[in-house]
């Protein structure tokens, strides 16, 4: 089992920043991928970034240059610093996280969501 807690969404103005945090603790041999998800409402999830064990990035095209996605793998940690919000970056932001709990088992999980709310 992998337990995933996110922190840091909340209430922001048009062109304020946030930084979104998630830990990953538990069965955990190795982590790939860690990434960022959101969802707003009457819409399907979208990626917004990724990020590799070895550092390598990717990004929606809605939130380049905006949005800097980082990780901590010493702590299983991802963060993503919002900066230059916009009303419709408002959503729900799920954290992702891709990896092994041995050498055989790996783990796709999901955590439980964080609002972010950006008023014009």
């Known amino acids: 089992q992998v337990q995933l807690v996110e922190s840091g969404g909340g209430l922001v103005q048009a062109g304020g920043s946030l930084r979104l945090s998630c830990a990953a603790s538990g069965s955990i041999f190795s982590i790939n991928v860690m990434g960022w998800y959101r969802q707003a409402p009457g819409k399907q999830r979208e990626l917004v970034a990724t990020?590799?064990?070895?550092?390598?990035?990717n990004y929606a095209d809605s939130v380049k240059g905006r949005f800097t996605i980082s990780r901590d793998n010493a702590k299983n940690t991802v963060y993503l610093q919002m900066n230059s919000l916009k009303p419709e970056d408002t959503a729900v932001y799920y954290c992702n996280v891709v990896g092994y709990s041995d050498y055989v088992r790996p783990f796709d999980y999901w955590g439980q969501g964080t609002q972010v709310t950006v008023s014009s």
């Open positions: 990020i590799t064990s070895g550092g390598s990035t």
